[in-house]
Nanobody, 113 residues
Framework: QVQLVESGGGLVQPGGSLRLSCAASGVVFSRYSMGWHRRTPGKERDIVATITPGGRGIYVDSVKGRFTISRDNAKNTMYLEMNNLKPEDTAVYSC???????WGQGTQVTVSS
């Protein structure tokens, strides 16, 4: 059974940084493209960044230059390094392994002074 568990969210001031983690189990992690998505109340879940099995990251324009997606296949873990955070980055961030239809429970990121 595939399980994904996010961690690392919290409250941070504008301009601050956070590092999110997504730990996977029950799946051959290294074979899957992975992704981070985020959702705010009343809105659809939007893609933030994806990463190929080989480690190539793809980003939406709003986070380019500020966020970095990475993965450690030996640890079955994906990361999202978020710098220069803005209030509009406030959301619940979730991870997924594409093709499994499995999502983690999400971790709340709040950017506020």
């Amino acid at each position: 059974q595939v399980q994904l568990v996010e961690s690392g969210g919290g409250l941070v001031q504008p301009g601050g940084s956070l590092r999110l983690s997504c730990a996977a189990s029950g799946v051959v992690f290294s074979r899957y493209s992975m992704g981070w998505h985020r959702r705010t109340p009343g809105k659809e879940r939007d893609i933030v960044a994806t990463i190929t099995p080989g480690g190539r990251g793809i980003y939406v324009d709003s986070v380019k230059g500020r966020f970095t997606i990475s993965r450690d296949n030996a640890k079955n873990t994906m990361y999202l390094e978020m710098n220069n955070l803005k209030p509009e980055d406030t959301a619940v961030y979730s991870c997924t392994a594409y093709g499994t239809n499995v999502w983690g429970q999400g971790t709340q990121v709040t950017v506020s002074s």
